[in-house]
């Protein structure tokens, strides 16, 4: 899968533990950064990720902030986004299955490694469910985002 990932400053440490580990699943990884700890604001990485997504150059996005919040309500600002906060393996999985997430944001304050690597096997095996009840509701989404457009 063609993935891109991104981090602010708080979780650029865990970033490269993502991309090792997707590296070695064999994904095509474009990186956004950031790539050290110098303070970076996490609105600024979450609109290069998104814009990778949007622009059809990655399928699926991957984002560490220190919780995830701020990496999640900043791409959910942007349309054709649904990203979540996903600090389990059920809700990697079935973000995916049920509500076409396209963007999953770890904490890297909450999370570690072992985890964090997990949670990504469980979000890029996940695939959005044919069922008409997930399909009618995700449409709804769709219809919000053209909405809030107009
Ligand atoms: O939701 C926001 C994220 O957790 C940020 O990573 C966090 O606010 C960064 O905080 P600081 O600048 O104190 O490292």
């Not at 979540?84 to 997430?101: F, L, M, T, W, Y």
């Not at 096997?121 to 009618?136: G, H, P």
Request: hydrophobic letters at 45%.
């Amino acid at each position: 899968m063609r993935l891109v990932i991104g981090s602010d400053h708080a979780g650029w440490i865990l970033k490269q533990t993502v991309i090792e580990h997707l590296g070695a699943l064999g994904h095509e990884i474009i990186d956004v950064g950031s790539h050290d700890d110098r303070p970076v604001d996490f609105p600024d990485i979450a609109r290069a990720l998104v814009g990778k997504i949007t622009g059809g150059e990655a399928e699926r996005g991957i984002m560490v902030c220190g919780t995830g919040v701020g990496a999640s309500i900043a791409a959910n600002k942007m349309p054709g986004i649904r990203a979540a906060v996903c600090h389990d393996v059920h809700s990697a999985h079935q973000s995916v299955e049920h509500d076409d997430v396209n963007v999953m944001c770890i904490g890297a304050q909450i999370v570690g490694p072992w985890l964090a690597r997990d949670l990504i096997s469980a979000y890029l095996a996940a695939e959005f469910s044919t069922d008409e009840d997930m399909r009618r509701r995700v449409a709804k989404l769709h219809d919000m985002d053209r909405q809030s457009q107009a």
